[in-house]
């Protein structure tokens, strides 16, 4: 009763834990883009990459990540969000894996926080059905490969902006497996054990002779 009490124990702990194979975490999927945004009037010539999570296409309860994060004409680089660096993370994690099919839009927005960009759920940009249920998100990574960000005059002596970057958005998590594959698993180890007790057993009686 002692060991079965212990099994149990073990069971219930290793079902609330993420696994993966190999205890790294793997690149889950990625958004592509080439985003645009431009406004006036506009004297400070940065943008910030933005990537949106809404519950409806005009909601205001949303979560942006890269808020703060700025980019120059020529710039190129990688910024991983997570919960250390990003104070939405944690709830844009939680959202991109609830299985509720809800927008994300990627933005380029200028130092005013307002821009451009596309909208379209979860699904539609290729998550999966509808989301990334089922993972552990470790963290989201921006890889931003170009910024062209240059003057513009939308009218005379209105002088703006317009800017345009080529980046990906890298989701890395930890699939979790389903709760019978697990138990699956510490079936196998606790019908396993009692025969490997069974061999050191016999091995020993065979020594002694």
Request: charged share 20%; with cysteine.
């Amino acid at each position: 009763m002692h060991k079965f009490a212990i099994i149990l124990t073990v069971t219930a702990g290793v079902l609330g834990l993420p696994y993966s194979a190999n205890g790294a975490p793997e690149l889950l999927f990625e958004l592509n883009r080439t985003g645009n945004g431009g406004g006036a009037p506009e004297t400070d010539f940065r943008v910030q990459v933005v990537l949106r999570h809404s519950p409806d296409y005009w909601s205001l309860d949303s979560v942006r990540l890269g808020l703060g994060v700025f980019w120059e004409d020529g710039d190129s680089g990688i910024v991983d969000f997570n919960t250390d660096t990003d104070p939405q993370y944690d709830e844009f994690a939680a959202r991109i894996t609830d299985g509720v099919d809800e927008f994300v839009a990627p933005f380029i927005l200028n130092a005013n926080n307002i821009g451009a960009g596309g909208v379209a759920l979860e699904s539609e940009w290729g998550f999966g059905s509808p989301d990334l249920v089922g993972n552990r998100l470790d963290f989201i990574r921006l890889i931003v490969d170009d910024v062209r960000v240059e003057p513009w005059e939308p009218e005379p002596g209105l002088e703006g902006f317009s800017g345009a970057v080529d980046f990906t958005f890298q989701f890395w998590g930890t699939p979790i497996p389903e709760p019978s594959t697990l138990m699956l698993l510490m079936v196998g180890c606790v019908i396993a054990r009692p025969k490997r007790e069974q061999a050191r057993t016999r091995n020993r009686h065979a020594t002694l002779r």
